[in-house]
């Protein structure tokens, strides 16, 4: 037979760390259809964006700058390798600039605002060396090519304006892609299974911690700032009852 002293240290004065550890469990379980009420319209979301992403494509364009001079392999050293990789920076910048933008748009009457368009249209440096990569989104393959070689047209005319002499060739024009860029939807549907399910949880354990009802003699003995001297047991009359009439 268990003393009353086993009973109240081996229920109640567990270490804290498992205490702590049980009480998030416990929470979970507790609060699951909170969690599931909150996770389900989050994840439902998730699907629905990634089952309407639409169909793009992307097309690119490579361009080379150099410093003014002709292009040959003798006279490209190290320093005017470092000098029109410095162009290829600047001159990315100009590329976006609002002034081709709106010739690109007037020219093609695209359904897209300018800002719209800069956010679709990506120019950027290759690393370590002269060549300048274009690229721009939409859903029409060969109207994706079209704007992108335009803009690099727009953009040389732009530079010879600027500088008085063309110091960019074309590498390589775009073409009309193929194939369009992936939609990632397993992605998008994990990172969004994770967040339905953190979001439910952490609502969870907030409505946990406003809860103001006591679960364990420890939160009376917080409460009151004293110790525990013993507890009552609640008794299940109706069984005890039920067990003199079988008697």
């Known amino acids: 037979m268990r003393k009353k002293e086993d009973f109240y240290e081996d229920d109640f004065f567990e270490d804290d760390e498992g205490l702590d550890l049980m009480d998030l469990v416990f929470t979970l379980l507790r609060r699951w259809k909170l969690i599931t009420l909150i996770a389900i319209p989050i994840f ?19 361009m080379m700058v150099s410093s003014g001079r002709n292009f040959s392999a003798t006279s490209l050293d190290g320093g005017e390798l470092s000098v029109n990789q410095k162009l290829a920076t600047t001159y990315a910048e100009i590329a976006k600039s609002s002034v081709i933008l709106k010739n690109v748009i007037k020219k093609y009457d695209l359904d897209e605002s300018l800002r719209g368009l800069q956010g679709n249209v990506t120019i950027s440096p290759v690393e370590d060396t002269e060549l300048l990569q274009l690229t721009y989104r939409n859903r029409d393959p060969a109207l994706a090519a079209a704007v992108v070689n335009e803009i690099g047209n727009e953009f ?14 074309v ?41 103001c009802k006591l679960r364990k003699p420890k939160d009376i003995e917080k ?25």
């Open 44 to 62: 439902g979301l998730g699907i629905f964006f990634a089952m309407t992403r639409p169909t793009v494509y992307k097309a690119e364009m490579t």
């Open 156 to 169: 040389i005319l732009k530079v010879r304006e600027v500088m008085n002499f063309q110091n960019i060739k």
């Open 171 to 211: 590498v390589e024009p775009a073409e009309v892609p193929r194939e369009a860029l992936p939609k990632r939807r397993i992605i998008i549907l994990a990172i969004s299974f994770v967040l339905s399910v953190m979001t439910g949880c952490m609502t969870a354990f907030i409505v946990e911690f406003f809860f």
């Open 223 to 247: 409460i009151l700032g004293t110790d525990m001297l013993g507890m009552v047991p609640d008794f299940n009359l109706s069984l005890v009852d039920g067990e003199k009439d079988a008697e």
